[in-house]
């Protein structure tokens, strides 16, 4: 049994736990099984639903060294355990790496993390210096669905794709939806907006869906490499979708409005995979406006969607989480 200690809620989104979803699935196709630990009930249905066995530690999730005690109860001596979360301290690894070998899945360098294998699958993860004695880094481990890399020869670009991700806590998409209606060249294009689970404004973007008949809302998708591979244009905050969306070939545009989201947009568009129209934290409307002008540009001009396409598949092949997956099926053999 290998472990994964992960949690989702409308505070930290679910990216952590997508991902480590993906990471699990290939782990279980080449013959493995897993068990998500979870601070909380909060997603432990969505995980069932999805065939993995939960353990709930009833601890709160942004305070992990108040875990360990119970952690300490549920994980057997000599297993391994992959841990994806921004709470977790020098501490907290230290005393889970006596017990058991510890993948960690970075974003963020905080300190030097003591652990057996980091993983970095971002596109600036070959730049980040680590002490542990292994480190997965860069787009090759870029930790997919392995139907995203399924999908690559099936793109059919018909729509404009906007999506935040699970959260949108400063209402961007309904603000840059308000700047689009009132431009002639976006306002009639077929347009798709994905509402993550705890989208505040779902109501109110279901509200324009009724009133235009080009744009369609979608909520709690199960199938988003379906949904990427039928878009011309990507919006989209600068998480683990542009990844996904790269592995597609999705021309996109992207912003930040979370720290950890600047690095992974401006190392993008310092290499000319995307455009960058800034950080929400920083520019406020002044970032949506941005955003508007270099839709416009993307959809005028199709020799610029077709090199951000071409860029971006050579960068991101989709094989990321079956690598990881192997990587820590061999390790936890040893």
Same mark, same amino acid.
């Given at each position: ?62 305070d992990m060294?108040?875990e360990l ?53 971002n596109i ?40 935040? +991700? ?7 998409? !309904?603000? /840059?939806? *308000?700047? @689009?209606?009132? =431009? ?99 520019? +406020? ?7 508007? !002008?270099? /839709?416009? *540009?993307? @959809?005028?001009? =199709? ?32």
């Amino acid at each position: 049994m290998i472990y994964v200690r992960a949690d989702g809620n409308s505070k930290i989104g679910m990216g952590h736990v997508m991902r480590c979803i993906a990471i699990s699935n290939e782990i279980k196709e080449l013959g493995g099984e897993v068990a998500f630990i979870l601070a909380d009930e909060e997603v432990e249905a969505q995980l069932a639903d999805q065939g993995f066995q939960t353990i709930v530690l009833h601890t709160d999730y942004s305070d992990m060294e108040a875990e360990l005690g119970r952690l300490y109860e549920v994980l057997p001596e000599g297993s391994s355990i992959l841990v994806d979360s921004y709470f977790v301290t020098e501490n907290y690894l230290g005393k889970l790496k006596e017990k058991a070998t510890v993948f960690y899945l970075d974003d963020v360098n905080a300190f030097d993390y003591p652990v057996d294998c980091i993983i970095n699958g971002n596109i600036y993860g070959n730049e980040v210096t680590y002490g542990a004695p292994k480190v997965l880094a860069g787009c090759k481990y870029a930790p997919l669905r392995r139907e995203y890399r399924m999908m690559r020869d099936k793109c059919n670009p018909e729509y404009l794709l906007i999506t935040t +991700g699970s959260s949108d806590p400063y209402s961007i998409t !309904k603000q /840059l939806m *308000e700047a @689009v209606l009132h =431009e002639p060249e976006l306002c009639r294009m077929e347009i798709r907006i994905v509402c993550g689970k705890y989208n505040k404004d779902y109501e109110t973007l279901k509200a324009l869906e009724k009133q235009y008949a080009n744009i369609k809302v979608l909520q709690n998708v199960s199938d988003m490499w379906n949904i990427m591979s039928g878009a011309m244009a990507a919006v989209t905050a600068a998480g683990s979708t542009m990844t996904e969306l790269s592995c597609l070939g999705v021309p996109t545009i992207c912003f930040s409005f979370v720290d950890n989201q600047k690095r992974v947009a401006a190392t993008y568009a310092q290499k000319g995979f995307v455009h960058f129209s800034g950080d929400y934290q920083e520019q +406020g409307e002044e970032m949506i406006l941005q955003l508007c !002008k270099a /839709l416009k *540009e993307l @959809v005028r001009d =199709e020799k610029l969607r077709n090199q951000y396409s071409e860029k971006v598949l050579d960068l991101v092949d989709g094989l990321g989480s079956y690598r990881i997956a192997k990587e820590i099926i061999a390790m936890n053999n040893d």
